[in-house]
Nanobody, 125 residues
C-alpha cells in the first residue's frame, strides 16, 4: 500500500520560510509524479506545484511563482516544497499527492491516486 507522509508545517511570521517534506513508501520514487496542494478554510483544494516523473515537467501556480520551489531526492523517496516570503494568504493545510500512471506530465488534482494526511501552515504575526 502506497503511503505519503508530510511534515514541516508550522506557525511562521510573514516573510518567513518553511520546508515541507513528503515521504513516499513506494519505489522507484522517480516513477511518481508528485503534486503539492493546499486548502484554506472555506476554500477548495488548489494545486500549487507539481513535478512529473523523471522531472520532465515542473509546474507552479501563479500565486507562488518565485516564492515556492519543488524538488525531490530520489534516494530518500522524498519530495520537498521550499516556501519563502510567506504571506498570511498562504495559511492552509498543505497536502502532497503521488501518481505513477501518467508519464512525463502532471496529473490533474482528481487524477492523483495517493494523498498524504496534510500539514498545517499558519502565517501570522
Amino acid at each position: 500500500q502506497v503511503q505519503l507522509v508530510e511534515s514541516g508545517g508550522g506557525l511562521v511570521q510573514p516573510g518567513g520560510s518553511l520546508r515541507l517534506s513528503c515521504e513516499l513508501s513506494a519505489s522507484p520514487f522517480d516513477f511518481y509524479a508528485i503534486g503539492w496542494f493546499r486548502q484554506a478554510p472555506g476554500k477548495e483544494r488548489e494545486g500549487i506545484s507539481c513535478i512529473s516523473n523523471k522531472d520532465e515537467i515542473i509546474y507552479y501556480t501563479d500565486s507562488v511563482k518565485g516564492r515556492f520551489t519543488i524538488s525531490r531526492d530520489n534516494a530518500k523517496s522524498t519530495a520537498y516544497l521550499q516556501i519563502n516570503s510567506l504571506k498570511p494568504d498562504d495559511t492552509a493545510v498543505y497536502y502532497c499527492a503521488a501518481d505513477h500512471r501518467r508519464v512525463g506530465t502532471c496529473p490533474a488534482r482528481d487524477d492523483f491516486a495517493w494523498w498524504g494526511q496534510g500539514t498545517q501552515v499558519t502565517v501570522s504575526a
